[in-house]
């Protein structure tokens, strides 16, 4: 949709609205703390939470830092 109706805020609204809601599922669950099976479950979705939303950056062309 972004690209087809040349809207990158489209693009920028979703990701902002992953990060927020990624945001709170962060903080309501622990993620290392959890059994080993919700561990691995938990850490995959950080994943490509994180993966979603470098490559949405990306089509942006905003940079990301791969650590800090």
């Known amino acids: 949709e972004a690209a ?3 809207r990158p805020s489209t693009l920028a609204s979703y990701l902002l ?3 927020q809601l990624f945001n709170t599922f ?3 669950h622990k993620v290392l703390e ?4 919700i561990r691995a479950a ?4 950080v994943g490509a939470v ?3 939303l470098h490559e949405g950056l990306r089509l942006l062309g905003i940079e ?4 800090i």
């Open 4 to 6: 087809t109706e040349r």
């Open 17 to 19: 609205e992953t990060a």
């Open 26 to 28: 962060y903080h309501q």
């Open 34 to 37: 959890a059994s080993p099976e």
């Open 42 to 45: 938990r850490l995959a979705l």
């Open 50 to 52: 994180a993966k979603t």
């Open 64 to 67: 990301t830092v791969e650590e």
